[in-house]
């Protein structure tokens, strides 16, 4: 297929020229998080969630970490549980529909003991997490 959407017989087909013209517009994917966008479109609030996110957990979280229950618990104190599964899949790449599920889990049936988030909130203040739960922050 040529840049005009032809097919190698010389035919034209509008089909193929809208596909060709769409994948011409498509934004840097790298940029892009799992739901097609831009970090940018971010509300300024999550944004600064993520960025402290990164910053308290360089090298990420994994869904396995002793940590991960006890965050999903200090974030849902700071998040409405929409923005919560934007963030966490924003922060570190976790489909938010699942994150939302596991923040469930971890606010009921899986709740991890009130030390393991104290002990996760002091080591992340001392990483320099400074955000506080906030009406702000919890719309949706």
């Known amino acids: ?3 005009d959407g ?3 017989k010389g ?3 509008p089909w193929f020229r809208r596909l060709v013209s769409a994948t011409r517009t498509r934004p840097d ?3 892009l998080r799992g739901d097609g966008r831009r970090l940018m479109d971010l509300e ?3 944004a600064e969630v993520v960025d402290q996110l990164r910053l308290v957990f360089p090298a990420g979280v994994r869904e396995d970490d002793a940590d991960y229950g006890p965050l999903l618990v200090i974030l849902s104190d700071l998040l409405a549980e929409r923005n919560l599964g934007v963030v966490v899949e924003a922060a570190f790449g976790f489909d938010r529909h699942v994150v939302r599920n596991r923040a469930a889990g971890a606010l009921s049936y899986g709740k991890p003991p009130a030390e393991e988030v104290e002990r996760l909130k ?3 203040t001392g990483r320099g997490w400074y955000l ?3 009406e702000g922050c919890r719309s949706s």
């Open 6 to 8: 032809r097919l190698d």
């Open 1 to 3: 297929m040529d840049p």
């Open 122 to 124: 002091e080591r992340m």
């Open 132 to 134: 506080e739960d906030t």
């Open 11 to 13: 035919t034209t087909n």
């Open 44 to 46: 300024p609030h999550l």
């Open 29 to 31: 994917w790298a940029s």
